[in-house]
């Protein structure tokens, strides 16, 4: 099978988690790097862990096909705080 052909077959998951927090001006930033799951649970802990610590948090996931360029639509897994709208992360 080439490799387009299985990744249409067999999507990847991205389960991503980025935190945030604000500039001197008031801007949200990034707080760090996004990180990236294995598993949404794992995701959801690390976020309610960095909403106490953070402005905002945002936990998503989303089916990907990068070697064809398709993402699907990132549903939330958990939100808190302040944080920018998804397309942007």
Known sequence: MSELADAKAH??????????GRADNGQLLPAYDPMQF????DATRMARYLAAKCAGVLAWSRE???????????P???QSGDVPELEQY
């Open 11 to 20: 999507p990847a998951r991205l389960i991503v988690v980025v935190a945030f």
């Open 64 to 74: 990907a096909q990068p070697v064809i360029g398709e993402y699907g639509p990132p």
């Open 76 to 78: 939330i897994l958990f």
């Open 38 to 41: 294995d598993t949404p649970e």
